[in-house]
């Protein structure tokens, strides 16, 4: 981990619990490019794998590889924690973080590392659970960036946000009382954690659901039933 990387964590932390260091770091106008940038950087490298996966495979064979985790995603995993620690804020939620691309690039990100839990077995246990590890840190962040007050709620909710957390929630990856389909699927992820993706999906419907109207709970769990979320 390079000299950036642990600062940005370091940032992290303090900010996670410290309202005026947050305010701090967030009057730094060029940290969310940056911060937007790494994110930016890392699906690149993500979508660029998912479209050379066919090749990779026909070189390597049909075995399980033992790739390496991609080289940045420590500084990715960084920016996302310094993310969730600032929209830990209600004041930031309301200004610095009301920005689209912020919530573009989170949902994205979910969407695409979701799509390498899918598609990308044969890359091995390294690869996937640094993966895995990315893909619960956004539905941190989106967990608060849904909340009745956020000013991205209704844009969460209009991209699809409670779809992709049901699929989530659906999958027999993430979902312990569900049967394997696929046997390889089972052995690939045996042993990876995947608590984080799990509870923070649970936390985006709890957050949603808190203080609508009985109708509007009733619509959310019509996507997702009762079924779905135990």
């Not at 500084?75 to 009301?98: E, H, I, N």
């Not at 608590?195 to 999906?201: H, Y």
Request: aromatic share 10%; with cysteine; glycine share 4%.
């Amino acid at each position: 981990m390079n000299c950036t990387t642990k600062f940005i964590r370091l940032c992290a932390s303090f900010a996670a619990y410290d309202e005026l260091y947050r305010s701090l770091l967030l009057e730094q106008k060029n940290l969310l490019h940056h911060l937007e940038f790494g994110l930016e950087s890392h699906l690149a490298l993500l979508k660029e794998f998912l479209a050379h996966k066919d090749l990779i495979m026909e070189l390597e064979g049909s075995d399980m590889l033992d790739l390496p985790p991609i080289y940045d995603y420590k500084t990715v995993m960084a920016w996302l924690l310094l993310l969730k620690s600032f929209s830990r804020s209600v004041s930031a939620l309301r200004t610095s973080l009301k920005r689209n691309k912020l919530a573009e690039l989170l949902l994205e990100l979910l969407r695409t590392t979701y799509q390498i839990t899918q598609e990308c077995e044969f890359a091995g246990k390294a690869f996937l659970n640094a993966e895995i590890n990315i893909m619960g840190i956004p539905l941190g962040c989106i967990c608060n960036f849904v909340v009745e007050f956020s000013n991205l709620q209704s844009f969460m909710l209009k991209n699809g946000i409670v779809k992709t957390t049901g699929e989530i929630l659906n999958d027999s990856l993430f979902k312990s009382k569900k049967s394997w389909n696929n046997t390889f699927h089972h052995k690939t992820f045996e042993g990876i954690s995947i608590d984080s993706v799990k509870t923070n999906a649970l936390w985006v419907l709890r957050h949603l659901m808190y203080n609508c109207q009985n109708s509007e709970k009733m619509d959310l769990l019509s996507e997702i039933p009762m079924s779905t979320i135990l």
